[in-house]
T-cell receptor, first 115, second 117 residues
Framework: AQSVSQHNHHVILSEAASLELGCNYSYGGTVNLFWYVQYPGQHLQLLLKYFSGDPLVKGIKGFEAEFIKSKFSFNLRKPSVQWSDTAEYFCAVNGVKGGYNKLIFGAGTRLAVHP | EAQVTQNPRYLITVTGKKLTVTCSQNMNHEYMSWYRQDPGLGLRQIYYSMNVEVTDKGDVPEGYKVSRKEKRNFPLILESPSPNQTSLYFC????????????????FGSGTRLTVV
């Protein structure tokens, strides 16, 4: 069955620390990969996406992610976090099932950045 | 402005009282979907629709109904809400149904926080 696993449910960092959030997926076919962010009380916003080509994807707000096909991974990184990055982050995988899209989300990682 | 509009944003209701959460998109998207978000579980798909009059169950369809009579609208219906349906609901749309490897994504609504007492 298709699934998405996010390694950490809660991460606490100090400002300027580096961030890496793990994401692994289980799906045998071609996929699109996404990272979304949800700030407190807000809806989902797209951080970045991979659909083909360069496996290193740059997104908004200084985030990037690397698609490693052999490891079925799509980890999110940011070299130096800010207090304003406090949010919940969701990895999502879109694959075709039965001829149609299915977008599956991980359980999310809550990031708290302390000043 | 291209968007997915959900209404209402907040809703408190009582067990058993039928309710509808509306979702409308103005981008002529083929694909629409409903998710519920619960702490520690991420977003789980309730129902999805590939086009007008074509809908199918997602991973957690029990207790919900949907319809897609027009391309732009995809309402979520709770015929007899129960407390375990208290959750944050998101509607999403996408240009294509059944296409990966292309540069497209999903647009999400602002969410509906539903409380069933």
């Amino acid at each position: 069955a298709q699934s998405v696993s996010q390694h950490n449910h809660h991460v606490i960092l100090s400002e300027a620390a580096s961030l890496e959030l793990g994401c692994n997926y289980s799906y045998g076919g071609t996929v699109n990969l996404f990272w979304y962010v949800q700030y407190p009380g807000q809806h989902l916003q797209l951080l970045l996406k991979y659909f083909s080509g360069d496996p290193l994807v740059k997104g908004i707000k200084g985030f990037e992610a690397e698609f490693i096909k052999s490891k079925f991974s799509f980890n999110l990184r940011k070299p130096s976090v800010q207090w304003s990055d406090t949010a919940e982050y969701f990895c999502a995988v879109n694959g075709v099932k039965g001829g149609y899209n299915k977008l599956i989300f991980g359980a999310g990682t809550r990031l708290a950045v302390h000043p | 402005e291209a968007q997915v509009t959900q209404n209402p944003r907040y809703l408190i209701t009582v067990t058993g009282k039928k309710l509808t959460v509306t979702c409308s998109q103005n981008m002529n998207h083929e694909y629409m979907s409903w998710y519920r978000q619960d702490p520690g579980l991420g977003l789980r798909q309730i129902y999805y629709s590939m086009n007008v009059e074509v809908t199918d169950k997602g991973d957690v369809p029990e207790g919900y109904k949907v319809s897609r009579k027009e391309k732009r609208n995809f309402p979520l219906i709770l015929e007899s809400p129960s407390p375990n349906q208290t959750s944050l609901y998101f509607c999403a749309s996408s240009l294509f149904a059944g296409k990966v490897g292309s540069d497209y994504g999903y647009t999400f609504g602002s969410g509906t926080r539903l409380t069933v007492v």
